[in-house]
């Protein structure tokens, strides 16, 4: 009578699926906590984060292939590149446009991602490129479930950077002073903060977590320019469950969405879309603000 | 107000109609003086495919294409005219896939098309393609619909996938020792077609279904779809993927140390497959109906390579510069036949005539007033250690 779990749940092969939505859940954490920062300090709500970190993983390519530089060297610079492509758009193309309608930024970011797909397939070619894998070896097996040395790689990455994130953020006096912006820019600014220096920084940051996610998951997804359209999709949607002004709600929200992709993808791979989505649907319905996100509340 | 829905249904309609009085038809070519691209000095041909995306591997194809009939317009063309040949970027996407045909139909005034591509892209053209009498030879794909049922002006040439999928289910049954079947299939017509045939073969021989685990072409990661496949307990995982989740999910069930028997549709026969796939791939059974690309023995294939060296030397030799290649053989040959005094009528009635013609990589190609099917035969390939091993003659149908 009680009974009605369908069996079909109870035979899923949970741990591996879980293992896998993790991986694939952190790569999405990753790309969502930049579409996060780059918005609780600039206000604005980045579309050109897949292409962006596609852009940089084609730059790591050369990098690995043309300079045949060792991985860790190249993901350095790549990182290096990212930051400073990051800033460079910050401080060219949105310094400058006009805010008064928030549509402006996100045409503008629209734009820049499409400018980098017809870019970067321009450079580089369509083709679809293999691209190194930056650990090679037998997977580590627990029981039946199977972990890749990749994707070991992947949780060890991201759990490394969001320490180092959330310890910049709290003890860090730049970290404090973006959490400042983010909270009152006005008052920020009084206090003697320079808000264009941290405008740069949350759009450097934020595009070299971005190319994090490009260089881990372009060994599984190949390399070519559309390679993020649907990473930066599920990030965005992971990063609006999570409540877009809350870090660790866009690494809740990546590894949840992960999660529903792994066991959507496993019990009914054409409805996996339509699954994580109805999701999102459901969670914003109920909670509007989103996962971890603030209620914002203006006065009338 | 309710003058907008009837305003949207007016366009819709307009849109969705083959058959606008606007569009070149049969009889205008036939009674004309004048034929959609003809002129007395050239030749308009029309293609399109994915240049980019998932399935961008195939662009190949039409720029081969394009070189063979830049050599044939170097020999000084096809009685007296060059060709003029135009192909089109849709991505792999069939609402553009429409509006590249629509384009190449009523404003390039293509006189045919040679080596359209994909299945769900073919599809959404068909009934455009028909209604305009366009003929098109070799359309890339096996879907069967291409020929059956009949259809005047469609030419197919490549092995249907019905009878492709046929051929390797009873091979695993029957060869390989196979006992469970997966299909790992793309959730369209190309995919359901290998699907159904697998399904129905085994029903034929009242054996239990086979696994069928799906997955859309914007997908980018299989792992869990590779998992599906390794929990069913099949022995044998029979693919109706394009290159990149092909190669994705042999890739994904290496990981996780799932190593069935594989076998594989034709439409990844290529070397960019091995990259794609790492080392999971060895062992795996493709299908071919061209002879393998790389046999030097065969006397077709040496001029293959000679073209590509000279006229495509930045495309790779393989299985998709090969269709390409000979696309353009089998279309050169129809134009020859169409003779000087060229209509699209002219042009089909003297391809209903071909018959078991050698002269192209197609082993033997025949048709009739009443059959445009093409190939009914493929052989097995090997992929050993990056490259195919061609491992059985020509196989037909049980």
């Given amino acids: 009578m009680l009974s009605v779990t369908p069996d079909v749940l109870i035979d899923l092969p949970w741990g591996q699926l879980l293992v896998n939505g993790l991986a694939l859940g952190s790569l999405y954490a990753l790309t969502a906590f930049g579409i996060v920062l780059i918005y609780k300090t600039t206000q604005v709500i980045t579309f050109a984060q897949g292409e962006t970190a596609m852009f940089s993983t084609f730059v790591a390519f050369t990098l690995l292939t043309a300079f045949q530089l060792p991985f860790a060297v190249a993901f350095a610079l790549t990182l290096l590149f990212a930051g400073l492509f990051g800033a460079l758009i910050e401080r060219v193309v949105l310094r400058r446009i006009s805010t008064t309608t928030v549509l402006n930024p996100v045409i503008v970011t629209v734009g820049l991602s499409l400018i980098l797909l017809g870019g970067a397939g321009w450079i580089w070619g369509y083709e679809i490129r293999t691209f190194p894998d930056p650990v090679v070896g037998p997977p580590f097996r627990f029981g039946t479930i199977v972990l890749s040395q990749l994707n070991a790689l992947i949780f060890v990455v991201t759990l490394v950077l969001m320490t180092i994130l959330f310890a910049f953020f709290r003890f860090s006096p730049t970290g404090i002073a973006m959490r400042a912006v983010a909270e009152n820019r006005m008052a920020a600014q009084l206090m003697g903060i320079s808000i264009g220096r941290m405008n740069a920084l949350g759009w450097g940051m934020g595009t070299a977590m971005g190319a994090v996610t490009g260089m881990l998951i372009a060994p599984i997804n190949y390399l070519d320019p559309s390679m993020m359209g649907d990473v930066a999709l599920k990030a965005f949607a992971a990063a609006v469950v999570g409540g877009l002004t809350s870090l660790p709600g866009a690494v809740v929200g990546g590894l949840l969405l992960g999660i529903v992709d792994s066991v959507a993808g496993f019990e009914a791979p054409e409805l996996r879309n339509s699954i994580a989505f109805a999701l999102i649907v459901i969670v914003l319905v109920v909670r509007p603000a989103g996962l971890l996100g603030r209620r914002e509340t203006k006065k009338v | ?398």
């Avoid at chain 2, 384009?103 to 040679?114: S, T």
């Avoid at chain 2, 999928?165 to 060869?175: C, E, R, S």
């Avoid at chain 2, 091993?389 to 020509?394: E, I, L, N």
């Fill in chain 2, 1 to 398: 107000m309710a003058v907008v829905p009837l305003l949207v249904a007016l366009l819709v309609t307009a849109c969705g109609s083959g058959t606008t009085p606007g569009a070149p038809s049969a009889t205008a070519s036939t009674v004309g003086a004048t034929v959609p691209g003809v002129t007395g000095t050239e030749v308009v041909v029309g293609s399109w495919g994915p240049q980019d995306g998932p399935a961008g591997f195939y662009g190949a194809i039409d720029r081969t294409l394009d070189a063979y009939f830049k050599m044939i317009n170097d020999q000084g063309g096809i009685n007296g005219r060059k060709i003029r040949f135009i192909y089109e970027n849709d991505s792999y996407q069939p609402a553009k896939t429409v509006a590249a045909v629509k384009k190449l139909v009523e404003e390039d005034k293509v006189f045919a098309l040679c080596g359209g591509l994909g299945t769900p892209n073919n599809a959404a053209v068909m009934d455009y393609v028909v209604a305009n009498n366009v003929p098109h030879v070799w359309p890339a794909t096996g879907t069967t619909m291409l020929a059956v049922p009949f259809k005047k002006n469609i030419y197919a040439v490549q092995l249907n996938y019905t009878t492709e999928a046929t051929i390797a289910t009873q091979y695993a049954l029957d060869q390989l020792g196979t006992k469970k079947i997966a299909v790992f299939y793309q959730n369209d017509a190309f995919g359901k077609e290998g699907l159904d045939a697998v399904q129905a073969e085994l029903k034929k021989r009242n054996l239990p279904a086979a696994t069928a685990v799906s997955y859309e072409t914007a997908d980018t990661n299989f792992s869990a779809q590779a998992l599906k496949l390794q929990t069913s307990g099949a022995d044998t995982v029979i693919l109706y993927a394009v290159p990149k989740p092909g190669g994705s999910i042999i890739a994904e069930m290496g990981k996780i140390g799932y190593a069935p028997k594989l076998l594989s549709s034709s439409v990844i026969n290529d070397p960019s497959i091995f990259a794609l796939a790492g080392s999971a791939i060895n062992g795996m059974l493709i299908e071919a109906y061209l002879p393998a690309f790389d046999d030097t023995s065969n006397p077709k294939i040496v001029e293959y390579q000679a073209f590509m060296a000279k006229y495509a030397p930045k495309e790779q030799i393989g299985g998709f510069t090969e269709v390409g290649y000979a696309y353009g053989q089998v279309f050169i040959e129809a134009l020859k036949r169409a003779g000087k005094e060229l209509t699209r009528e002219g042009f089909m009635a003297n391809l209903d005539q071909m018959k078991n013609f050698t002269g192209s990589l197609v082993p033997s190609l025949s048709y009739s007033p009443t059959d445009h099917a093409g190939v009914k035969a493929a052989y097995f390939q090997a992929a050993k250690d990056g490259k195919f091993v061609t491992v059985t003659g020509y196989i037909t149908l049980k």
